[in-house]
C-alpha cells in the first residue's frame, strides 16, 4: 500500500506543522521467464528503455517461474509459452492461483503465431509475438491489463 500523498511534518526550528506533498514513483517490477538467455537479454533491454519498468528477476523453466514468483512477488511476468518441463501456460495458472490478493498480470510470449490464442486458457492477460515486444508495446499491455482488472468485480 502506497503512503498517503500528503504528509504532516514538523520543523524543529519553528515548532509548528507544515503540510508537504510527497510524490512517489513506483516502477512496475518485472520478471521475464524464457528459456533462451539471448531473447531474456532482449526482453531486459526492452525493460529497461521502457520508463517505468524495472526487471527484477529472470527465470529459464516453468518451475523457476512459479518458485521466482512466489519469492519476488512481480507485477509483471513476461512469461515464454514454450518453456522446458512445465510450460508457460501451466506456470502461468500456477502463478495466478498462488494465495495472493496481488496476483502479478502475465502477458505470454512466444516465436510461434500459433500460440496466440492460448492465453485465455490460463489466466494471461494478453499474449504478445515476441517480435513485437518493444517499449511501447509493453506499457499499453500493461495499462489495458491494470484497467481490465479494475473493471472485474472483486471476489467475495
Not at 529497461?48 to 519498468?53: C, K
Not at 518493444?134 to 472483486?154: F, G, H, T, Y
Request: with cysteine; charged share 25%; proline share 6%.
Amino acid at each position: 500500500m502506497l503512503p498517503s500523498p500528503h504528509l504532516w511534518c514538523r520543523h524543529s526550528y519553528s515548532g509548528r506543522v507544515a503540510k508537504a506533498t510527497l510524490h512517489v514513483k513506483v516502477a512496475v517490477r518485472v520478471l521475464i521467464v524464457d528459456d533462451r538467455a539471448p531473447f531474456r537479454r532482449v526482453a531486459r533491454a526492452v525493460i529497461d528503455a521502457s520508463e517505468g519498468f524495472e526487471a527484477i528477476g529472470e527465470a529459464s523453466s516453468g518451475e523457476e517461474a512459479v518458485l521466482a514468483a512466489g519469492l519476488l512477488r512481480p507485477d509483471l511476468v513476461l512469461m515464454d509459452v514454450n518453456l522446458p518441463g512445465i510450460d508457460g501456460m501451466e506456470a502461468t495458472r500456477r502463478i495466478r492461483s498462488q494465495a495472493r490478493t496481488d496476483a502479478p498480470v502475465v502477458l505470454l510470449l512466444s516465436t510461434w503465431e500459433h500460440d496466440a490464442g492460448c492465453g485465455s486458457q490460463c489466466g494471461a492477460a494478453e499474449y504478445i509475438p515476441k517480435s513485437r515486444l518493444d517499449p511501447q508495446r509493453l506499457a499499453v499491455s500493461w495499462r489495458r491489463a491494470r484497467e481490465s482488472d479494475e473493471r472485474r468485480p472483486a471476489a467475495v
